[in-house]
């Protein structure tokens, strides 16, 4: 049987967004893959040098959109390093609820579009079901369902609404007994079973040197997670467990997800207890007017010629839930970011594909692109 | 890890080419060293001061000249590490990353296709974002974004 | 290769209850809930942001979960009142994807035309930085999300048009940012100042008045004025901060600067 | 279907009386211009594709009685294509999610272009995707349409300015719906398709 490449995508089910897997089949047989990206290079680096610091947060959302506040969250956390601001202590544990919700809502997108490619169509059903009570529970405070604009350098936009605690608690109740559901759907069935177990294989000291991070990497047995590890925001005041499996395979990514979901649980009620008994500003004072948007920045040449800005570089790294997400901002006495430079964790997860895909058959590339989570928007950016 | 733990250790494996080792927030330092110390410098970075994961890799264009830098994180100390070289402005060039961390790999590409700094020896240098055969470097300071409203748009079938 | 899977693993599954009894049991009891589905929307009929709606959506086992709340905040299409309006640009500047153009309305007198945001909805983000920056809460955003259009050109609302979706009296987003507490303010480069009246003529708020400096009073490191001199002096309570001043003078005197 | 009762009494009502929380939306607006349509389609951008076009349309000119049957049937099953591009895309799954279903409206999405007569753009089109989209387009049979979802598809949206972003995807092919909205909420989606299906309604498959 002679060796043919066949390429899937940029149109197909299995890619869950605009990417081209070529394979080299020999038969079933998968001998060589070549991910080939950029089909939404959208030069979101470049664009954010034309836009002030706060006008950056829109193409944030846009830059990960099943994750967009967690983007939001990185990137401020950079640009308030780069520029010297920092902020309320209640617009972190905001932002830190926020990215929860985040990981939540991410998570169980990925169920339902992961579990349906495997064939099964009602996990979708009822994944997308309960994500949109948490984009509910975002659209009550932030004011958008998948594109926020909420977060600012500084703070947050605005404070969580009245009552907003006690709704979010009642997701909370709604959604911890679904995990359950959904692992009986999954892990009950043998079917599901059969198809995910010993496939995809990557071994923990191969994800590192290939830069495999997040939920992969921790399925492999690491412990690596940046909540832990070098806590940022304020992580290092809640408690959790990092969920880990050891299978290093797609049941293992599986297992993880749906442990995280649970720790993400536990974090919010956390969260959300310290909310109502703290209130407070959630937007710093003193903020510079020439940080841009809402404040206004009309007159900018003849402001510029009369001021000494502060220069700066900041560095900021957050575990999205896809994995090691990192930005950093060059602020060299502009209006604008110098330049802006992300780290997306898929991209690395991607650029992997060859060592976790090579050898199994055709028919095992939807489970393990779907265990991966690629989000097409954060790797081309 | 500190910036003194960074420089004993780095003297105690004998890394050549290093310029400065200097503070920096969130990481525990920012090792400068040049470029043409690279291919040494890297191995050393990796197994004597235990780094072995690398996060990214990304150019910044000076005008003036080039900077690349590395972001590589240590599981044990839990930190990270930055690592920054200046290169030429001509001609920015620096021996590839990817024969020490293979990480390196796809985002070595990345910074040679926006930011067009050469990675010599790089296995695999070719567009990944942009088509094959785009002529320019975006994230260099020269290159200005358009308006796209004066945009002549021109269909082509294939 | 981690290719050849171990079956010996799979064989100690549940056997054949398992494989087909199990599952089928567990889908046909999910089937069975699915006969109803109280979380479905018929949407043209039923509105999530119907005021009805407050409290009553459910979900799958019938407990309520207010949802209908959500709608306060929600950033829709935009909705302007011309009356309000001052034309002070602060929209369009904050307007990170410049999508708003600023567009000669009747009302106006001839030497300042009154001038209103037209918004692009093919370019607009709704990120609402325009509403946030609005000094009179004239801009603001609805909660109506529905346009649809055949035609690009029915993308672009002119101020009318915004009008008229002030009018129909849409639910608006009632969240107002205070403006922070040590803003900057314009000050004066009184050296450079030429008293040409530009920057009082074209505030929006009228905030900027000339004062006359006494007559025979040389200005530091000038020769004696023969005629009048003016000075702009302007009301820091007033001021929207919108900058019009600054753009419009000739010799860049003016300048963003905090009180000392 | 259990809905809750007030809903029940509105079902009653007519389509186009359709009352929103702030008075009348109406889903059909009477702006759609036969003629414009026709021009728009009428582009000379695909020949082959227009020659088809005008073949069928004379085809079915001819069978007149036949005709408002193909019209019917066409409008109340169109078959999206699936295919997610950006941010878009998360909200069309939504939108065939539990809580929309717009499976409701005949609306069921399909993975290859030739079951397909409906282009759901869903999301930032670049140039790199450009001549692919083009490709899908022409592979699909005809009648078919073209809804530019979300502002990223209708005229570049937030990253117009870039160099790899095409500004608008009509510059590609011809468009039928735009549905504004950054990205648009489900049930603005579902609002353009039964605005596609009216506009169909009135033109004809």
């Known amino acids: 049987m002679s060796e043919m490449w066949i390429n899937m995508g940029p149109q197909h089910p299995m890619t869950h967004g605009l990417w081209n897997l070529r394979v080299r089949i020999d038969g079933e047989r998968i001998l060589d893959v070549d991910p080939e990206m950029g089909y939404l290079h959208r030069g979101i680096e470049k664009i954010s040098e034309d836009r002030h610091y706060n006008e950056v947060i829109t193409l944030m959302d846009r830059t990960c959109y099943v994750a967009g506040i967690a983007w939001e ?59 949109d009570l948490i984009l509910d529970l975002f659209q009550s405070y932030t004011g958008g369902r998948l594109t926020y604009e909420y977060m600012r350098v500084g703070g947050v936009r605005n404070d969580v609404p009245e009552g907003f605690t006690h709704r979010a608690r009642e997701v909370l109740d709604w959604l911890e007994p679904r995990f359950v559901e959904y692992d009986r759907l999954c892990m009950g069935s043998d079917i599901f079973r059969r198809r995910c177990d010993d496939l995809g294989v990557l071994k923990a000291n191969d994800c590192v040197r290939l830069g495999v991070t997040g939920p992969m990497l921790r399925s492999a047995g690491s412990k690596r997670d940046l909540r832990k590890d070098r806590p940022y925001s304020r992580y290092s005041q809640v408690e959790f467990d990092v969920a880990t499996a050891d299978s290093a395979d797609v049941t293992g990514r599986y297992l993880v997800r749906m442990e995280e979901m649970r720790q993400s649980v536990r974090i919010l009620r956390q969260v959300l207890d310290w909310l109502d008994s703290h209130p407070g500003p959630v937007l710093a004072d003193h903020l510079p007017r020439w940080l841009g948007a809402p404040y206004a920045p009309i007159g900018r040449e003849a402001y510029l010629l009369k001021r000494n800005y502060p220069k700066g570089v900041g560095l900021s790294a957050i575990e999205e839930p896809h994995g090691e997400a990192c930005a950093y901002v060059v602020n060299e006495g502009g209006e604008h970011p110098y330049r802006v430079k992300f780290r997306s964790p898929v991209f690395a997860n991607l650029s992997a594909a060859h060592h976790y895909l090579v050898g199994y058959h055709v028919a095992d590339i939807p489970p393990i692109m779907g265990s991966v989570d690629v989000c097409v928007g954060e790797v081309d950016r | 890890m500190n910036p003194e733990d960074v420089r004993t250790k780095l003297a105690a494996a004998g890394a050549p080419g290093i310029i400065s080792i200097e503070p920096f927030e969130g990481v525990a330092a920012r090792v400068k ?39 590589v994180w240590s599981d044990p100390a839990k930190t990270y590490l930055l690592l920054s070289a200046d290169l030429d402005a ?23 296709e926006l930011v067009g700094i050469q990675f010599d020896h790089h296995p695999d240098l070719r567009h990944l974002l942009m088509p094959d055969g785009y002529q320019f470097h975006p994230l260099q300071r020269a290159f200005k974004l358009h308006e796209p409203e004066d945009l002549e748009v021109k269909v082509r079938h294939v | 290769m981690a290719a050849e899977v171990d079956t010996k693993k799979r064989a100690q599954g549940e056997g054949d209850q398992g494989l087909i009894v199990k599952p089928m049991y567990t889908a046909a009891r999910q089937f069975m809930k699915s006969l109803v589905r109280p979380s479905t929307i018929v949407y043209p009929f039923e509105r999530l942001e119907d005021p009805k709606f407050r409290g009553e959506v459910r979900v799958a086992s019938g407990k309520p979960i207010g949802v209908g709340e959500v709608w306060d905040n929600y950033r829709g299409v935009h909705a302007l009142n011309i009356n309000t309006c001052i034309s002070c640009n602060l929209c369009a500047f904050s307007c990170p994807d410049l999508c708003i153009d600023m567009v000669t309305v009747p009302g106006g007198d001839p030497k300042h035309p009154k001038k209103c945001p037209e918004i692009d909805y093919g370019k607009c983000s709704y990120c609402g930085f325009c509403s946030d920056a609005c000094p009179e809460g004239c801009l603001t955003m609805t909660t109506r999300y529905e346009l649809s259009v055949t035609k690009r050109s029915d993308m672009v609302y002119s101020p009318q048009k915004m009008f008229d979706q002030f009018q129909r009296k849409l639910p608006m987003n009632p969240i107002r940012l205070a403006r922070p507490a040590n803003e900057d303010a314009i000050l004066l480069d009184a050296p450079l100042c030429i008293g040409c009246n530009a920057c009082s003529r074209d505030c929006p708020t009228n905030c900027i008045t000339m004062l006359d400096i006494p007559k025979g009073t040389p200005k530091p490191g000038e020769k004696p004025a023969k005629r009048i001199w003016k000075e702009p002096v302007i009301n820091d309570s007033d001021c929207v901060r919108c900058g019009t001043c600054i753009s419009v003078c000739p010799k860049e005197c003016l300048f963003w600067g905090t009180h000392t | 279907m259990s809905t809750p009762g007030p809903a029940v009494a509105s079902v009653a009502k007519p389509a186009a009386a359709v009352v929103g929380p702030g008075g009348e939306l109406p889903i059909v607006s009477s702006d759609v211009s036969f003629v414009e349509i026709e021009t728009l389609r009428s582009r000379e951008f695909i020949p082959e594709a227009k020659e088809a076009l005008s073949a069928l349309v ?10 408002p049957v193909f019209n019917w049937a066409g409008r109340n099953s169109l078959f999206p294509l699936h295919w997610g591009l950006a941010c878009c895309a998360i909200e069309f799954a939504a939108a065939f999610g539990a809580r929309w279903d717009a499976e409701r409206f005949g609306v069921v999405p399909r993975s290859s272009p030739r079951q397909c007569d409906l282009l759901i753009v869903n999301g930032t089109v670049t140039w790199k995707v450009a001549h692919k989209l083009i490709a899908l387009y022409e592979q699909m049979p005809e009648p078919k349409w073209v809804i530019a979802m979300g502002n990223c598809a209708t005229g570049g949206g937030p990253f117009r300015t870039a160099y790899s972003v095409v500004p608008g995807v009509d510059k590609l092919v011809p468009v039928d719906v735009y549905i504004a909205g950054c990205p648009p909420r489900p049930e603005a989606l579902l609002d353009g398709i039964l605005r596609l299906e009216a506009l169909i309604r009135e033109r004809g498959a």
């Open chain 2, 90 to 112: 001509k001609a920015p060039h620096i021996e590839t990353a990817s024969a020490c961390w293979p990480s390196a790999n796809w985002h070595e590409r990345e910074a040679w």
């Open chain 2, 33 to 71: 060293f040049d470029p043409t110390a690279a291919t040494a410098l890297f191995p050393i970075v990796r197994d004597a001061l235990g780094f072995p994961h690398l996060s990214m890799v990304g150019g910044i264009d000076w005008v003036e000249r080039y900077e690349v830098f590395y972001l």
């Open chain 4, 58 to 67: 004379k085809e079915q000119a001819e069978g007149k009685l036949i005709r």
């Open chain 1, 73 to 131: 969250h990185l990137y401020v956390q950079a640009a308030e390093k780069a520029l010297g601001i920092a902020p309320t202590e209640r617009s972190d544990w905001i932002r830190m609820m926020s990215e929860e919700f985040q990981r939540l809502a991410s998570h169980i997108m990925w169920y339902a579009a992961f579990v349906q490619d495997l064939g099964l169509m009602s996990p979708f059903l009822y994944g997308m079901r309960d994500r």
